[in-house]
């Protein structure tokens, strides 16, 4: 069992940058794949950026040069940077893992990121 607690949502003026953080109960990072994912109300939820067990880091075209996903492994915790935030980046965020072996995903609680004058 892994459990996934996300923070760093709120609300920030277009233009600006917020951090999100995804902490896990445990080191899972060897095995599991970690991503970010976002959705809108009514809408499917897309995957926004997402690191390999190896480091290999992946992003959707629109958040290309604005975002970036890295971990800490001593923190078992997940991040993503996010800048230039534009008002459609507005959704709530969720932390994944999966499992590369398995492909069984756990998820986190989301957090809500709103990008509004």
């Known amino acids: 069992q892994v459990q996934l607690v996300e923070s760093g949502g709120g609300l920030v003026q277009p233009g600006g940058s917020l951090r999100l953080s995804c902490a896990a109960s445990?080191?899972?990072?060897?095995?599991?794949?970690m991503g970010w994912y976002r959705q809108a109300p009514g809408k499917q939820r897309e995957l926004v950026a997402s690191?390999?067990?190896?480091?290999?880091?992946n992003y959707t075209d629109s958040v290309k040069g604005r975002f970036t996903i890295s971990r800490d492994n001593a923190k078992n915790t997940v991040y993503l940077q996010m800048n230039s935030l534009k008002s459609e980046d507005t959704d709530i965020y969720y932390c994944?893992?999966?499992?590369?072996?398995?492909?069984?995903?756990?998820w986190g609680q989301g957090t809500q990121v709103t990008v509004s004058s």
């Open positions: 994944n893992a999966k499992n590369f072996l398995t492909r069984y995903s756990y």
């Open positions: 445990r080191n899972i990072f060897s095995i599991y794949t």
């Open positions: 690191m390999s067990t190896g480091g290999s880091t």
